[in-house]
């Protein structure tokens, strides 16, 4: 299990989170939602072991992250972030071999991941000539790759995985987060869309300033009243089965 246990971390005076808790278990889908600057980002951050709390611990299979080395770290979970900057003319099958354990089998490691981000026609593409969406679905199939050869179940952590996509790409990266979850992955996602929130997630944790305001499945957490309480809006809860879905009530009205 991959696990936060009462993180607390200041920066410029503020403390940005507060003896937040999070879990997440190998075969589920962990979804972290909060307004802006509620802390998903920075407890995000400290999970991928990209910073150190300053107060508590994350832990991999009860080991510290702090104990682990980068090269264990990385065969263990795959992170990918909001965005990534790559300085040279790579190809798209470069951009997705970065970082993977080399081998024979590396070729189709690349080719079955860019397959499942509906890239494959793409790997020999310049990635500077794509699109915003097609270098995050690159991205995806990097880690993807580096998931692929980890030690026990895998972990990977998708931070706002599906901000710059169209709602097909969207729907693809939902339907591969669940395949992944089937397969036995742990994933992690922090994601601003309440209603990919709803359809994806096992386990849903809201933050709000620095604090875990609300965990448990997307029924119990996106209800009117904790919406309310963590947004400061007002929404229509309906459903359509088997996941809630909102509606502000300024456009309901529209």
């Known amino acids: 299990m991959y696990c936060a246990h009462d993180i607390g971390f200041s920066a410029g005076g503020r403390h940005l989170l507060e003896a937040a808790s999070v879990a997440v278990r190998p075969g589920t889908v962990t979804v972290l939602i909060g307004p802006n600057g509620a802390g998903k980002s920075t407890l995000f951050k400290l999970m991928a072991g990209e910073r150190r709390p300053q107060r508590g611990q994350v832990t991999l299979d009860g080991i510290d992250l702090a104990g682990l080395r980068p090269a264990q ?3 263990l979970r795959a992170v990918l972030p909001q965005s990534v900057h790559v300085a ?9 071999g970065i970082g993977a354990a080399r081998g024979r089998d590396l070729p189709a490691r690349i080719g079955r991941a860019l397959a499942r981000v509906e890239l494959g026609a793409l ?67 922090v994601l601003h869309d ?3 929130a709803a359809m ?10 620095g604090r875990v305001a609300v965990r448990g499945t997307p029924e119990q957490v996106l209800t009117q009243a904790c919406i309310a309480d963590l947004y400061g809006v007002d929404v229509r809860v309906g459903w359509a089965p088997p996941t809630p879905f909102l509606l502000p009530q300024a456009a309901s009205r529209a």
Do not use: H, W
Not at 151 to 158: C, D, F, Q, V
Not at 200 to 209: N, Y
């Open 73 to 75: 770290l990385a065969r």
């Open 88 to 96: 040279f003319p790579f190809t798209v099958a470069e951009v997705v």
């Open 123 to 189: 790997a020999s593409q310049n990635y500077e000539l794509l699109s915003g969406g097609e270098k995050q679905r690159v991205q995806l199939a990097r880690a993807l790759v580096q998931l692929e050869a980890s030690e026990g179940p895998g972990y990977l952590l998708l931070d706002e995985p599906t901000a710059s996509l169209d709602l097909a790409q969207q729907l693809l990266v939902l339907r591969l987060m669940r395949d992944l979850a089937a397969e036995g992955a742990g994933i992690l996602a």
């Open 194 to 196: 309440l209603n990919l």
């Open 200 to 209: 994806v997630a096992d386990e849903i944790v809201a933050l709000k300033q």
